[in-house]
């Protein structure tokens, strides 16, 4: 079992940064694909970025066209964690974020272990 906690959720103006983060316990995620998603009120939840196990593709990374260029997905293995840096946040930018691991190195869905999400809302 993965327990995963995210943190650094906030209010921000459009156009500001944050930086949210992913501790998981239970097990090393080292070699585990990682993702972030994201759900608005009233909308699917939708993935956001992720990133493949150290041993897997390279530990290469994906990002949906809707933050490409603006969000960047990264791990530090020693401390079992997982960031998301999002910039130029915009208010559609809005929503509670979720870290998500999976089984194997690869970072794509489905997921297999949630933690209970951050909330963002950017201001206009």
């Known amino acids: 079992q993965v327990q995963l906690v995210e943190s650094g959720g906030g209010l921000v103006q459009a156009g500001g940064s944050l930086r949210l983060s992913c501790a998981a316990s239970?097990?090393?995620?080292?070699?585990?694909?990682m993702g972030w998603f994201r759900q608005a009120p009233g909308k699917d939840r939708e993935f956001v970025a992720g990133i493949n196990g150290i041993n897997w593709n390279g530990g290469s990374t994906y990002y949906a066209d809707s933050v490409k260029g603006r969000f960047t997905i990264s791990r530090d293995n020693a401390k079992n964690m997982v960031y998301l840096e999002m910039n130029s946040l915009k208010p559609e930018d809005t929503a509670v974020y979720y870290c998500?691991?999976?089984?194997?190195?690869?970072?794509?869905?489905?997921?297999?272990?949630w933690g209970q999400g951050t909330q963002v809302t950017v201001s206009s």
């Open positions: 239970g097990r090393t995620i080292n070699t585990r694909g």
């Open positions: 998500a691991a999976h089984w194997t190195g690869a970072a794509t869905p489905p997921f297999d272990y």
